[in-house]
C-alpha cells in the first residue's frame, strides 16, 4: 500500500491552531505521506509549522456535533497532537469528516513499522551529499587514533557478517591475546552473543572498562573457559578488576533459572563482583510517563507535585545511574583497577553507565565532537534497539512493547553533570535537547534500526544522511556550544547526593513560560561572552 | 571571659561527615565571641564560629577515640567535633551552651565589634539608608499622602517608626481613632506607593472587631486610603492568615473587617500558616538536609513532608496577589495579618519586590528591608534567638522572604542585580549580631539601646563588597529588569535551596560557578575597554611611535580569564558513590581497600551535615563571603579575605 493512499484529505482551510503561549492562528493544514504542515498566512509574512507525523506520539479527537449532518455548518472536530518532543498541539477542524480523515491519516502514518518507508530515507537536504563515509568513526578508526590500545589490544573482525553477534558492529576491540576461536566460544556462553569487548581505555594508566552481556551458567553452573580466558586476559597481570553487575544479587541469582546468571567467584577468582540494581524497560518507561503526566497538571499543590514527582521514580533511575558510574570511574581512576559492567541484555543500563562513566573520566568526550563520536561507539555500533526502544514515548495510549527510555536517561544524567560543572563540557543543552527530539523522530537516519545488522540490511548508510555529520559540519552551530567551556584534564566526580540532582526542566518543562526565562539568561550569557572575545 | 572553662583544647579533630578520611587534627580555642579552629596542618586553616550564630550543641556518646562535640548553627552549617578527653568535651559544651545564648543585649558581639572605623564614618554609616529619600523616590509625600507626627516619641505605637506616611484626608483624630481600633495599635499606614497607577500598599494589624465591634474612625481610615487613589472606587483588604485562624481570633475581640462596615472594601484571605507552623516546617526541612545517605525518595517525601516548600508557595501567592491588584486592577491594598510585623512584612516586602525594579537591586534590597521589616518593627530579636529567651517566639519568618527572593531569581536569572551570595549573607547577619541593624525588636528599643553610636550598620559594609554580590546577568534594560515580575507559582517552580540548606553536600556546584565565571569575564572586559581608552589617549599623545602594551595586556589578559577553574581541585569526593551504597539492600559483600565506612560507632555521627570548607578547592573560588560571618579569619571577614588573596 503506497503510503498516500493513507491520505483521504490532504488540505483544509480555516484550522485554528492552539500552542502553549501563544495566541491562537488561523491557517491551513496540509497532511503529507510524512509530515504535518500548518502555515498561516497573514500580510505577507507566512509562518508555517512543521512536524514529522513520526513525532506524533498519540492523538485525541473531540467531534462536536455528531448528530448533526456531516457538513451541517458549525460541525467541527478538534484533534489534540501529543508530541514525543512533549509538545501538545491542538487543531480545530471545520467539517467533521475532514477532521476524521485527517486524524486517521495521522494515525496510519505515525506509526510506520517499515524502515525504508520512514522520512529520512526520502530527505535530501541540498547541502548534503549522499557520497562518503557514514558516521563520524569507525572501530578500526577509534583503534588507530588510541594509541595506548595497540599494545595489548587488537580490533576483530570474528564479527565481520554479524553471525557471532547479530547486535555487534562488525568489528570490535579485544585482547591481543585471545583469538577469533575464543571469542567465538565466548560469545555463545553470553546471552545474545555479546561477549566482553572493550568500551573505554583510560589514559591515564590504562584500565579499562570493558562490557559485555550476562554469562549463560544457567541453574547448573556451566562455565566457560575461553569466556574466563578472555576475562582474565583483560586484567593481565594485574591482581584484580571488577565485575560491576547492574542487577541486585537476587536478581543474577534469579537470572540462572531462565539460563542466564553471573561470574561466580571460584571461575572467576581475579574478579571482584558488585551488584547494584537498576530498574529497566517497563518500569523505566512507566516513570517516564508519570512524569511528564506530572509535569503537564499544572494545578497541582506542592505537595502533590512533589509526591508526583517522588512516586514516578524518574530520579531515582537518574540517582542510580549517576552512582554507579560514580562507582566505575572510582574502581577506574582512583585504584587502578579494569572494569566489566553488565546486566542482561548488555543493551541499555550497560551502555548508560559505560557512556557515563567515559564522561566523568574522559575530557575528550566532552567535547561536541568526543560526545557525539562516544554516542556513536557506545549506542549507535554497540546496538542500542533504538527503534524498539524509543517506538513511542510518554503520550502513547498503545501497548507497551519494548519501550524503554535509556537513551533520554543518559541525556539526563549528562544534564545533571553539566549542571554540577557548568564549564567542563564543550556542549550545551541545546545540544542534548536536539538529541532528546532526533532520537524519538528525525530526518536523520543515525537513530534507525536496531542494530548496525539491521542498518546495513536496510541501506541505511547508503540512502539517509547522517545526523552527527550534519550537527559538526560546516560548523558547529554555535547554539550547540558551551560559551563558558574550560577543559578540564581531571575526573568530574558529579555529587550524587539527592540534593544535588534536579528535574531536568529544559526537557520537562520545555513548552511552558519557565522556559522562556531560561533561554533569555542563556542569550545574556553568549552576549557578554562574545563581548569579552571581541574585546581580546 | 567568665563563663569560657577551656579557652584550648589541643589534639582534636574536626570531623568531615562524607568523607571522614578528609577529617583534620587542630586545635580548638574559645575566645568571648568565637569558637576558632586551627588545623595542624602547614597551612594553618582557620575555622571561626560565632558564638552568637550557634544555635545548638550537642554532645554524643563518647567512644574510645574520644568525645563527639556537634556544633550546630542557625546559618545550618554543623561543624562536628571529637575532643580526646572528655572533661574537655564537657568543658567545651558547658561555655559554648552559656555563650551561645546572651541573657542581655550587653552581651551581643555587635557591641564589642570594633572594625576600626572613627565616629565620623561610623555616623555618616548610619545614614547609608534614608528611608525619607525612599519615600521621596516613590513620589511621597504627595497632594494626597503625608507625614503625621502623629507617632512622635512612640505616642501611638510602640512597634512602628515614629514618622508615619498617611492619607491626607485622615484628620488626626481619625488615626487616634484607628490606632486604638487596632491590635497594638498598629494603624494602617503607607508601606508602597505605585505611582503608575497611585494605588499604595498599606499596612496594619488586626482590627479588634471581635463578633460585632466598630469602629468610625478605623472605618474613615480605610475610606481615606481608599480616597487617595483618585482613579479606584475599591480598595483590597488583604488578610494573609488562613480564614480559619482569623475567626478565631474573633472570640478573643480580634479577627478581621467586616465588610458590610467598610465602605467599598473587598476581604481576601491567602492562608500563610503561622509562625508555629512554620518553625516546625523549617525543622523539619533542615532534617531533611541531615539524612545519613538518603535515597532520592527518601529525600523527596522528606521535602513532602516538610511542607517547606508549599509555604514558600503561600507567601510568593500573597505577594502575586498584592502586586496583581496594585499593578493590574489600580486597586489599593491594605494588608494584616494578627499582629502585622511578621506575614504582613512579608507579603509588603514581596509585593514591592514584583512591582519595582528598584528593589531588585542590592541597594533596593536594603532599603526595603529596612523600611518594610526593620522601621516596622518586626521583631527581630524574637524570631531570630538573639537572646535566650522564649523558643515559642523564635520563626524563620525572614529566611522565608529570602527564598521567595531567591525562587524568584530562579524563575528571572537577569532579573536581579544581586546574586544568592547576597541573599546567603544577609541571612547570616540577620543570625549573627556582629551589626547593630538587626537588634531589637523595633524602632524605639533600637534607639533606647543607642544602636547608632555603639555599634555598627551593615549596609555600607555591604554595599562596599557589592562587587561580590551581582549578578553577571544582570542589565538595566533587559526586558525582565523592567516593570512587574509576574512569575508563574505553579508548583514545579519550587525548589530546594541548595545554597542554604544543602550543606551536607556542599561538593561540586560552588567549584564551578558560571556566575563567577561570567563576572570574571565581564570584569575583564570592562578592563580590557579601560586599558583600550588609556591606550587611544596615548596613542593620540604619541602619534609617532607606537606602543607595545597593548599586545602585553591581552596575553596577560588571557590567562586571568582562566581563573575561574579549579584546576588543583579534586572537583569532588568520589566517596558519595560509596555512602550511597551503604543504605542499599543489596549492598556488596565488598569494600574497597580505604577507611570508606568507617563504621559509625558512636551514636549516630552522620546525623551531621559538615561544612566541607575543608574539601579542597572550595578556596579557589571567590566564595569566600558564601560562609562569611561564621568561619572567616577576621571579624570583618571580607576585609581580610580581601587582603589575602
Known amino acids: ?536 | 571571659m567568665e563563663h569560657i572553662r577551656t579557652p584550648k583544647v589541643e589534639n582534636v579533630h574536626m570531623i568531615d561527615r562524607l568523607t571522614p578520611r578528609k577529617s583534620t587534627a587542630g586545635t580548638l580555642y574559645l575566645s568571648s565571641t568565637h569558637t576558632i579552629f586551627v588545623e595542624n596542618s602547614e597551612a594553618r586553616k582557620e575555622t571561626w564560629v560565632l558564638h552568637s550564630l550557634v544555635y545548638n550543641v550537642e554532645r554524643l556518646p563518647t567512644n574510645p577515640s574520644g568525645s563527639p562535640l556537634l556544633i550546630r548553627c542557625k546559618n545550618f552549617h554543623v561543624y562536628r567535633l571529637l575532643i580526646p578527653q572528655e572533661k574537655d568535651c564537657l568543658d567545651v559544651l558547658a561555655s559554648l551552651t552559656r555563650l551561645s545564648r546572651p541573657e542581655c543585649y550587653g552581651e551581643l558581639f555587635c557591641f564589642s565589634f570594633n572594625p576600626n572605623l572613627d565616629k565620623e564614618l561610623r555616623e555618616k554609616a548610619w545614614g547609608f539608608i534614608d528611608l525619607k529619600a525612599e519615600f521621596s523616590r516613590m513620589g511621597i509625600p504627595s497632594n494626597l499622602w503625608h507625614v503625621t507626627a502623629a507617632n512622635h516619641e512612640y505616642r501611638l505605637c510602640e512597634t512602628y517608626p515614629s514618622e508615619l506616611f498617611v492619607p491626607k484626608s485622615a484628620f488626626p483624630a481619625v488615626i487616634v481613632g484607628s490606632a486604638k481600633f487596632r491590635s497594638r495599635g498598629r494603624l494602617p499606614v503607607l508601606s508602597y506607593f505605585h505611582r503608575d497607577t497611585s494605588a499604595s500598599i498599606c499596612r496594619s494589624s488586626q482590627p479588634l472587631s471581635g463578633f460585632s465591634a466598630r469602629s468610625a474612625d478605623d472605618e474613615q481610615m480605610l475610606h481615606a486610603i481608599m480616597k487617595s487613589n483618585p482613579v479606584s472606587e475599591l480598595m483590597y483588604v488583604v488578610d494573609t492568615r488562613p480564614k480559619l485562624n482569623a475567626m478565631a481570633n474573633r472570640a478573643t475581640g480580634k479577627g478581621y473587617e467586616n465588610e458590610d462596615h467598610y465602605t467599598n472594601i473587598k476581604l481576601q484571605f491567602v492562608g500563610i500558616e503561622n509562625i508555629h507552623v512554620m518553625r516546625s516546617s523549617q525543622q523539619k526541612l533542615v532534617d531533611v538536609g541531615e539524612l545519613p545517605a538518603p535515597s532520592m525518595s527518601d529525600f523527596l517525601w522528606g521535602l513532602e513532608n516538610s511542607g517547606w516548600l508549599k509555604h514558600i508557595k503561600a507567601v510568593l501567592d500573597a505577594g502575586v496577589f498584592i502586586a496583581k491588584a496594585v499593578a493590574e486592577d489600580g486597586v489599593s491594598v491594605l494588608v494584616h495579618c494578627s499582629d502585622g510585623w511578621d506575614r504582613t512584612a512579608q507579603a509588603c516586602s514581596l509585593a514591592s519586590v514584583l512591582l519595582d525594579p528598584y528593589y531588585r537591586t542590592i541597594k533596593g534590597l536594603m532599603v526595603l528591608i529596612e523600611k518594610d521589616w526593620v522601621s516596622f518593627g518586626h521583631k527581630f530579636s524574637h524570631r531570630y534567638a538573639h537572646l535566650d529567651g522564649d523558643p515559642k517566639e523564635v520563626s524563620p519568618v525572614m529566611d522565608q522572604f529570602l527564598e521567595c527572593v531567591w525562587q524568584l531569581m530562579q524563575q528571572f536569572p537577569c532579573a536581579f542585580e544581586f546574586n544568592e551570595r547576597f541573599l546567603i549573607q544577609l541571612h547570616t547577619h540577620i543570625y549573627s549580631c556582629q551589626y547593630g541593624n538587626f537588634i531589637g525588636n523595633c524602632q524605639k528599643e533600637r534607639r533606647d539601646l543607642r544602636l547608632q553610636e555603639r555599634t555598627h550598620s551593615l549596609w555600607p559594609h555591604l554595599w562596599e563588597n557589592r562587587a561580590e554580590y551581582t549578578n553577571p546577568l544582570y542589565r538595566t534594560d533587559h526586558s525582565q529588569t523592567q516593570g512587574v515580575l509576574k512569575p508563574l507559582t505553579t508548583a514545579y517552580c519550587f525548589k530546594f535551596w541548595k545554597g542554604m540548606y544543602g550543606h551536607a553536600d556542599k561538593s561540586v556546584a560552588s567549584h564551578q560557578s558560571p556566575a563567577d565565571c561570567l563576572n570574571a569575564v565581564r570584569e575583564e572586559s570592562q578592563q580590557l575597554e579601560e586599558e583600550l581608552s588609556a591606550h587611544q589617549e596615548r596613542l593620540a599623545q604619541l602619534k609617532e611611535k607606537k606602543t607595545s602594551g597593548g599586545r602585553k595586556k591581552t596575553n596577560k589578559l588571557s590567562e586571568r580569564v582562566r581563573r575561574p577553574i579549579p584546576i588543583e581541585s579534586k572537583l569532588s569526593s568520589p566517596l558519595d558513590y560509596f555512602t550511597a551504597t551503604r543504605s542499599e539492600k543489596h549492598s556488596p559483600s565488598f569494600t574497597l581497600p580505604l577507611e570508606l565506612a568507617a563504621p559509625p560507632k558512636n551514636g549516630d555521627p552522620d546525623d551531621l551535615s559538615t561544612c566541607s570548607d575543608f574539601e579542597s578547592g572550595v578556596a579557589d573560588l571567590s566564595s569566600h563571603s558564601s560562609s562569611a560571618g561564621d568561619d572567616t579569619k577576621d571579624h570583618d571577614s571580607d576585609e581580610a579575605v580581601k587582603s589575602n588573596t
Open chain 1, 1 to 536: 500500500m503506497e503510503l498516500s493512499e493513507h491520505i483521504k484529505t490532504a488540505n483544509v482551510e480555516d484550522v485554528t491552531l492552539r500552542r502553549p503561549f501563544h495566541p491562537a492562528l488561523r491557517g491551513t493544514l496540509c497532511v503529507t505521506s510524512h509530515h504535518l504542515l500548518f502555515s498561516n498566512r497573514k500580510d505577507e509574512a507566512s509562518w508555517q509549522l512543521l512536524i514529522l507525523l513520526k513525532n506524533i506520539d498519540a492523538i485525541e479527537k473531540s467531534v462536536e456535533n455528531l448528530f448533526g449532518y456531516p457538513r451541517a455548518v458549525g460541525s467541527s472536530g478538534t484533534i489534540t497532537i501529543k508530541c514525543k518532543d512533549l509538545l501538545v498541539l491542538q487543531l480545530e477542524i471545520p467539517g467533521m469528516e475532514e477532521c476524521l480523515n485527517i486524524a486517521s491519516s495521522i494515525e496510519a502514518l505515525s506509526s510506520l513499522e517499515s524502515v525504508t518507508e520512514m522520512y529520512p530515507f526520502f530527505y535530501r537536504p541540498s547541502h548534503l551529499t549522499l557520497l562518503g563515509p557514514w558516521g563520524l568513526s569507525t572501530t578500526e578508526q577509534y583503534y588507530k587514533q588510541t594509541e595506548r590500545l595497540w599494545d595489548r589490544w587488537r580490533v576483530s573482525k570474528v564479527n565481520s557478517d554479524y553471525s557471532v553477534c547479530p547486535s555487534y558492529p562488525s568489528a570490535v576491540i579485544v585482547p591481543r591475546e585471545v583469538d577469533d576461536d575464543k571469542l567465538i566460544r565466548s560469545a555463545r556462553f553470553r546471552q545474545g552473543g555479546r561477549f566482553p569487548v572493550l568500551s573505554y581505555c583510560h589514559h591515564s594508566n590504562g584500565m579499562v572498562i570493558m562490557r559485555s552481556s550476562q554469562p549463560l551458567t544457567g541453574a547448573n553452573k556451566k562455565r566457560c573457559k575461553e569466556d574466563e580466558l578472555l576475562l582474565q586476559a583483560v586484567i593481565d597481570g594485574s591482581e584484580l578488576g571488577y565485575i560491576i553487575d547492574l542487577r541486585s544479587a537476587q536478581q543474577a541469582q534469579q537470572a540462572r533459572m531462565t539460563g542466564g546468571g553471573f561470574e561466580s567467584k571460584s571461575c572467576y577468582r581475579h574478579w571482584k563482583r558488585i551488584h547494584r540494581h537498576h530498574e529497566r524497560g517497563k518500569v523505566v518507561q512507566e516513570s517516564l510517563i508519570k512524569l511528564v503526566e506530572a509535569c503537564s497538571d499544572l494545578s497541582h499543590s506542592v505537595d502533590r507535585w512533589l509526591s508526583k514527582l517522588e512516586n514516578s521514580k524518574w530520579l531515582s533511575h537518574v540517582h542510580s545511574a549517576l552512582s554507579t558510574a560514580g562507582l566505575v570511574v572510582e574502581c577506574v581512576e582512583r585504584d587502578g583497577h579494569s572494569v566489566l559492567v553488565h546486566g542482561s541484555e548488555g543493551t541499555d543500563n550497560t551502555l548508560l553507565v559505560s557512556s557515563l562513566a567515559q564522561i566523568i573520566l574522559d575530557p575528550a568526550s566532552r567535547t561536541v565532537t568526543g560526545f557525539l563520536c562516544l554516542l556513536e561507539r557506545e549506542w549507535i555500533q554497540a546496538g542500542h534497539p533504538f527503534q524498539q526502544r524509543c517506538a513511542h514515548s510518554a503520550y502513547s495510549h498503545a501497548r507497551l512493547k519494548q519501550e524503554c527510555p535509556s537513551f533520554l536517561l543518559l541525556l539526563d544524567c549528562v544534564w545533571q553533570v553539566w549542571r554540577q560543572f557548568p564549564l567542563a563540557l564543550e556542549f550545551s543543552e541545546a545540544l542534548l535537547l536536539r538529541l532528546a527530539q532526533e532520537v524519538y523522530a528525525s530526518n536523520y537516519g543515525t537513530f534507525l534500526c536496531n542494530s548496525e545488522q539491521e542498518r546495513c540490511a536496510a541501506g541505511v548508510k547508503e540512502n539517509t544522511h547522517c545526523l552527527f555529520q550534519s550537527m559538526l559540519k560546516p560548523d558547529i552551530e554555535e547554539q550547540y556550544l558551551n560559551p563558558l567551556y574550560e577543559p578540564t584534564d581531571l575526573a568530574i566526580w558529579p555529587s550524587v547526593h539527592p540534593q544535588s540532582l534536579q528535574l531536568w526542566t529544559g526537557m520537562f518543562l520545555r513548552w511552558t513560560e519557565y522556559a522562556q526565562n531560561m533561554e533569555e539568561a542563556r542569550e545574556e550569557v553568549w552576549s557578554i561572552v562574545k563581548e569579552h572575545r571581541e574585546r581580546v
